[in-house]
């Protein structure tokens, strides 16, 4: 069974990568189940193995993380839900774009439960929504928000790092990066969409919806 832990206040990042990776590799040595623990951070920017700094607008307004993830730079801050997901994928296949496509779909299937339609689109990372109410893109495509990033790391098979999904964070804290590297879009949140949803809205729609995606 997946322990699902949920911690209250804000989480220092340093102080969540100590634990992901203790639990990790208990989780590889047998000695602790899976584990997804919910999170949110103080307001700070991480890198991922891809990040190019030239996309670090603003270097000095938050504190700035080596994330040892995939992708390149992220956001982090109250009002976003992190789920760090510690899972053991010699139990779950060995796949990982499969396992990459399952978080993408459980993150679909959670805002689903709110009535937002989330989108994967081939060479952006996350998940993003179509946004009519906005002019169209300077190439000419309807205008779309990211509302959640992904972002993972595997350690003899078992998984960490996770998702973000942004449910009423500051959005010019935003500004400070070219989130993921992409520029001609934007970034959204539950409640700029006009949905009055709380995070512990969206922590039972993550539950109720982890397990058609991933089983137990």
């Known amino acids: ?10 989480t220092g990042y340093e102080e ?20 997804i623990w919910l999170i949110e951070h103080p307001p700070l920017y991480t ?10 607008k603003d270097p000095d307004r ?7 993830r995939g992708g390149q730079y992220t956001y982090h801050g109250p ?9 053991d994928l010699t139990k779950r296949g060995k796949d990982v774009r499969k396992f990459v496509a399952q978080l993408e779909e459980w993150v679909i299937a959670a805002l689903a439960e709110f009535n937002i339609t989330g989108a994967i689109r081939d060479g ?8 009519p109410d906005k002019p169209l893109t300077i190439t000419g495509q309807m205008a779309e928000d990211k509302i959640a990033a992904i972002g993972i790391r595997l350690r ?11 449910v009423e964070p500051d959005l010019t804290h935003f500004d400070g990066i070219v989130p993921c590297g992409i520029t001609e ?6 409640v700029d969409l006009g949905l009055p949803v709380e995070m512990g809205d969206l922590d039972v729609a993550l539950k109720r919806s982890f397990e058609g995606v991933f089983g137990v």
């Open 47 to 56: 890198a991922g193995t891809s990040a190019q700094i030239s996309d670090l």
């Open 185 to 190: 879009f934007g970034v959204t949140s539950l």
């Open 16 to 35: 969540a990568l100590a634990f992901m990776e203790t639990r990790a590799d208990a989780i590889a040595k047998g000695e602790a189940s899976e584990c």
């Open 62 to 68: 938050f504190p700035v993380f080596e994330a040892r």
């Open 156 to 166: 003899k098979w078992v998984s960490f790092h996770g998702i973000s999904i942004n």
């Open 124 to 131: 952006r990372v996350g998940v993003w929504v179509e946004r």
């Open 1 to 10: 069974m997946v322990e699902w832990i949920t911690s209250e206040g804000l």
């Open 79 to 87: 009002g976003q839900r992190v789920a760090y997901i510690m899972l």
